[in-house]
């Protein structure tokens, strides 16, 4: 499977490199609640891993979207933009927030499988 996930909750879609796709995951958005903003990164814009790269708001809370990998922003989703629901519907597809071009492919070795994702989730 190309999908890992971050301790934070993202979730990145391995399947293209030069533009893997990243999102929140089912227990993010579960835990923040209904989406009403998101906060997108600028196209072009690069990040190391870890750094905060938007914000997603909702009805109960504000949290950073983190960088799973280092690497530049390729696409965002704008649809999300306009209906930031969508992260609540759709958080695995519709949902998702942006796409980047991975820097350092070793870097994706540390994300979690989805096992060990269900796992943290589960002791969470």
């Known amino acids: 499977m190309n999908i890992k996930y971050t301790s934070d909750h993202e ?4 399947a293209d490199p030069r533009a893997a796709i990243v999102g929140i ?3 993010a958005q579960d835990a923040l609640g209904d989406v009403v903003f998101v906060d ?3 196209v072009g814009a690069s990040f190391e891993r870890g750094d905060v790269a938007g914000v997603v708001e909702s009805v109960k809370a504000a949290a950073d979207l983190y960088m799973p990998v ?6 965002v989703n704008e649809a999300l ?5 969508l992260a609540n519907t759709d958080p695995h597809a519709a949902g998702w927030f942006f796409k980047v071009r991975i820097a350092d492919g070793a870097e994706t070795g540390d994300l979690l499988e989805q096992a060990a994702y269900d796992e943290l989730v589960k002791n969470a």
Request: aromatic share 4%; net charge negative; charged share 25%.
């Open 11 to 14: 979730w990145i879609d391995l």
């Open 25 to 27: 995951t089912q227990h």
């Open 40 to 42: 997108l990164p600028a």
């Open 70 to 75: 280092a690497g530049e922003i390729v696409e």
């Open 81 to 85: 933009r306009a209906d930031p629901s």
